[in-house]
């Protein structure tokens, strides 16, 4: 994908959004997780939006090592201070604040398998560090990024999970440590909502694609792009009867700066795309689209938090603000390849 090609995605995702970005004009914003997949993605959207509306918004972002984000991103570190620091450090005092977009949380698979204590503590405290500073910066609004992992094993016959399912994740298997951290990040947030005043919005993630992905990482979508640029045969380690579904990194970003600016307070919302997808049959499209070099499944047992179902019911967002789908999942496959060189 060519820069061109990714800055129209950013465009499409900056119309989305419309008006809603005058929200922001002469505001103040933190945002924290600004360095990662989807925080960068909001950060260019940001820019894109304050280059449009001329939005002078003032924005710190968060940072665990500014210099090599500077360095990965030089033209969003010129346009937003760097702060030195993370959420588990972050204090409760600072600059007055409006808006606090909490995006950091450390999603890797290996860290949630080998230290899921700390897993669980850089989620929870870290929240509770974030909100506690948005409360002594007088923010008004806080804009949580959780999962859908709260909702634990999606039965079969639920084919989309909606946002009221009051199930959750088994609190007795460590492997549950993301999941159960994202849910008691949420209960902190209606805390903060009922004692504090403030506005807290919640958006629950399901899987993502797009450009900027990293395809070396637990994601099986990016390994198995990964795979097919490469040449070689697409492996499915597992069963591959697990299901999910794959919301482009454009529609997301747009779906996620449409709730902070215009979600009633209090509101949680699911993210993500309803076209669901088994893992074998995503082996199977990704190597027919990036060149077929074949797919094989087989069959082991699966290590991971969730065997099962893994697929959102979207009908609460689009009918309160209005979003949409706008890429397939074929197109987000080879958006994404071709953002790692792979040309049709």
């Known amino acids: 994908m060519s820069d061109r090609t990714f800055a129209d995605d950013i465009d499409a995702a900056v119309d989305a959004v419309g008006d809603a970005w005058r929200t922001l004009s002469g505001k103040r914003l933190l945002v924290t997780g600004g360095t990662g997949f989807i925080g960068r993605w909001m950060l260019e959207a940001l820019l894109a939006a304050e280059h449009r509306y001329g939005l002078g918004a003032k924005v710190r972002v ?19 201070e760097l702060v030195a620091g993370d959420v588990l450090t972050l204090p409760a005092s600072g600059e007055p604040v409006d808006y606090v977009l909490h995006a950091a949380a450390d999603a890797s698979a290996e860290l949630n398998r080998t230290d899921p204590a ?8 870290g929240t509770r560090r974030v909100l506690d500073h948005a ?16 909702y634990g094993a999606q039965p079969w016959d639920t084919t989309h999970v909606g946002e009221d399912w009051l199930g959750g994740p088994d609190p007795l298997d460590p492997r549950n440590a993301y999941a159960e951290a994202k849910r008691a990040a949420e209960l902190l947030g209606a805390i903060y909502r009922k004692q504090h005043g403030l506005e807290v919005v919640n958006a629950r993630i399901f899987a993502v694609l ?12 990016g390994n198995f792009i990964r795979d097919a640029l490469a040449g070689r045969t697409v492996r499915v380690e597992g069963a591959g009867t697990a299901m999910r579904s794959y919301l482009y990194a454009g529609d997301l970003t747009a779906w996620l700066w449409t709730i902070l600016l215009r979600a009633a ?58 979003v949409r789908q706008r890429v397939d ?12 060189g792979w040309r049709p």
Do not use: Q
């Not at 450009?211 to 637990?218: A, E, F, G, I, K």
């Not at 999942?329 to 790692?340: K, V």
């Open 62 to 80: 968060l940072s665990r090592d500014p210099a090599a984000f500077a360095r990965k991103a030089p033209h969003l570190a010129a346009a937003f």
């Open 118 to 125: 700390r897993m669980f503590d850089t989620v929870v405290t």
């Open 135 to 150: 409360v002594a910066a007088r923010a008004t609004r806080l804009f949580f990024l959780s999962s859908g992992a709260v």
């Open 210 to 221: 797009g450009p900027l992905l990293s395809l070396d990482t637990h994601f099986a979508a």
């Open 265 to 322: 307070p209090g509101s949680t919302y699911n993210v993500g795309s309803e076209e669901a997808v088994s893992i074998a049959d995503l082996a199977r499209r990704t190597a027919a689209l990036l060149g077929d070099a074949g797919h094989e499944v087989l069959g082991r047992p699966d290590p991971g938090w969730n065997p099962g179902r893994y697929v959102p019911a979207t009908a609460l967002i689009r009918r309160d603000l209005g």
């Open 329 to 340: 999942l074929d197109e987000a496959i080879r958006r994404t390849a071709a953002s790692h």
